[in-house]
Structure formats: C-alpha cells, structure tokens
C-alpha cells in the first residue's frame, strides 16, 4: 500500500467518494441559482438579499462552499502529485509540491472563512 | 517504404536519434511490422530489439509504432503505415537500454506487487481445488493478459507515477485473482489497493483498452476492483 499524507482522507475510496458527491451538491447549487436568476428576470438586489437570509439558502450554499474546497483539493492534491514529482522536477520536487498545496490550503481557507462572513452578514 | 527508427545507445551515443531505412516491400504481400525490423536488421545489425514467439503469444515485442503501442508481430504494415512512412519507438514512459529494448523492472514491480498468485488458507483437497463452470467464467477477459506493458506503456498516470500507481496490466490481474473463486485473500488484497495511488490514479481515459493486443479491457477491470472497494468501505 502507497502511503501518503497530503491528500484529504489518507485513502483513495474516500477520496473518490468525496470527489464524486462534492461534484453534485456543486452542480445542485449551480443549477438552483442558475434557475433563480432565469426566472428572475428583473432580479433586484431586495430579491437577491432575501434568498440568502433564509436559513435552507445559507445551509446549501455552506454545503456547496465545503464541496467546493474538498473538490478543489482533492482535484488540485492530484495535479500535484503527477506533475510536481521527482521524476519532473529532481530534488526540488518536494519543496515544490509542498509549496503548492499551502498555497492552495491558504486560498481555499481564505475562500471559505470570507464566504462565511457574507453568508451570515445578510 | 520509409521506416524511421528510434536509435539510441547509451554506451555510445549522447542523445537519442531517430534513424531512416529505405525498405523494398515484396508485392502483394502484407507484411508484419517484425517483418519489416528484420528487413531493417540485414541492412544494419546493430538494431536492437526484442522478439521471441512472431505470433503474439509471448508478449516480447511490444513497441510504438506510428504512435500507437502494440505488437509488431501482428501489426500488419498496411495498418501502421502513414503517408508513405513507417515510424517505431520503444514503449514510452519506460527508460530505454538500448533501440528498441526497455527497461521492465517498473512494471513487472507493480505486477509483482498484487501478488499474482492463487492465496488459500483453508487445506488443500487431496485432488485439485475445484471451480463451478459459472465462477471459472468470471476470468474471461483476465487470465488472457501476455504482459506486453502495451497498456500500462499508454497510460499518463502510470507514466507519471509508476512506483506508486499499479497500472491497467497490474491490475487487471489484481482483478484476475479478486475475482478467483478459489482465492481466500480477497480481503487482504483490497486492503493493499485502497490507498489514493494504486486504483484510483486511474482516470478511466481508456488508451488500454485502445491498444490492448488481445483486446482485453482494464479499464473495466478498474471498475470492479473500485466497485468492491466501495461496498466493502460504505
């Protein structure tokens, strides 16, 4: 058995579950707003406002935020263990990787909190 | 016909070159393209390559040919030929020893790594272990594999990582003994597969299947294997 880490769950089952059900919450949210704003023909800011403060919106769009920071790193995690590895970059390989997934953690983490704050600011 | 080569000997050489032949193909015959090295071989014997059974049974002369892996013994030249020209490479992703030759170890590392062999605790019958016509069935499909490396020589994730991702031929014969009625360490077996690497670098973009000789299908292999992985993990 391969060891490892950096990725989400240490385990690939879960990590491919994860990927895949993160993928439909993402692609339930997208399809939802995508309708609201359809159907919503003259959308005013009032309209858009009382969408989000209700309890059911912000549960959603927090369950599509989490999706999308597991889903990003465990998409982002892959790219980074087959392109930045010793067989690409030689020594530097390690400190390269390792580089790019803080980077990544930062974003996503940043991402999260700041959505965070705007959801429950409404 | 033009037959342009892959030459390269790391005892001489300081790069890899790709060589030109000008071959007189016999008329109204449809040559091999093992055919055709020989006839590069009586003009030039320092071609290295490898052959051994010229009929696709022993898996030795596995190569590129104009960009597809596969075996030179039954790839017909009229199917590999394009514009006019005939292009061999050695399977990609694998370090070159010499022309044609490539180093295995990775591979047969990955195989060895599955433990390609039948595991049962429980006593042995005094005759043979026997299997009902129905679970023999289930390896169809999988004993057939002649470990070419056609497959796991076309694949990104095993080029990329093949000290850690099994690869379509590894694993379509991990595959091949989880689906074993008669094999006791279906458990264990998983365990070893489970990590993010060994199964699931394995994207299911399909260039096995493309260029599998015998026409086996790891990919759907890959699909059991993750299928019982699943209901073993949820």
């Not at chain 2, 009229?78 to 490479?89: D, E, Q």
């Not at chain 2, 595991?119 to 026997?130: A, F, G, K, V, Y």
């Not at chain 2, 590894?170 to 360490?185: E, I, K, P």
């Not at chain 2, 993010?196 to 260039?207: D, E, L, T």
Request: charged share 20%; hydrophobic share 45%; proline share 5%.
């Amino acid at each position: 058995m391969v060891t490892n880490i950096t990725s989400l769950g240490r385990n690939g089952l879960y990590d491919w579950l994860v990927q895949r059900v993160s993928a439909v919450v993402l692609l339930a949210w997208f399809v939802f707003v995508g309708l609201f704003i359809a159907t919503h023909g003259d959308l005013q800011y009032g309209q858009w406002r009382d969408l989000f403060a209700q309890t059911w919106m912000r549960v959603f769009t927090l369950a599509a935020l989490l999706s999308l920071c597991a889903h990003a790193w465990i998409g982002l995690w892959t790219v980074a263990t087959d392109y930045l590895t010793k067989l690409a970059l030689g020594a530097f390989a390690t400190l390269a990787r390792l580089g790019f997934l803080l980077i990544v953690f930062a974003v996503l983490l940043t991402y999260l909190v700041w959505a965070v704050q705007i959801l429950w600011s409404i | 016909m033009l037959v342009s080569i892959y030459r390269y000997n790391p005892e001489t050489d300081t790069a890899p070159r790709m060589q030109d032949y000008q071959i007189e193909l016999p008329p109204g015959k449809d040559l091999m393209v093992l055919d055709v090295l020989q006839l590069v071989k009586d003009q030039d014997v320092t071609l290295a390559y490898r052959r051994s059974c010229r009929e696709g049974v022993c898996g030795s002369d596995g190569m590129n040919i104009s960009g597809m892996n596969g075996l030179a013994c039954i790839t017909p030249v009229s199917s590999a030929v394009k514009n006019g020209k005939l292009v061999l490479r050695p399977l990609p992703g694998l370090p070159v020893i010499r022309d044609l030759v490539v180093d295995m170890s990775a591979f047969y590392k990955q195989y060895e790594r599955i433990k390609p062999y039948l595991q049962n605790d429980e006593p042995p019958p005094t005759i043979e272990r026997l299997q009902s016509p129905e679970d023999r069935a289930k390896l169809e499909g999988l004993w057939e594999c002649i470990l070419c490396a056609c497959c796991s020589t076309s694949c990104p994730s095993f080029w990329w990582n093949p000290d850690k991702f099994v690869g379509p031929a590894g694993l379509l014969q991990a595959y091949r003994f989880l689906a074993d009625s008669r094999d006791t360490h279906t458990q264990q077996r998983l365990s070893e597969l489970e990590d993010p690497f060994s199964v699931f670098r394995c994207r299911g973009i399909m260039n096995c299947v493309a260029v599998c000789p015998k026409g086996l299908n790891p990919t759907r292999a890959i699909g059991h294997i993750r299928n019982m992985l699943l209901e073993r993990g949820v």
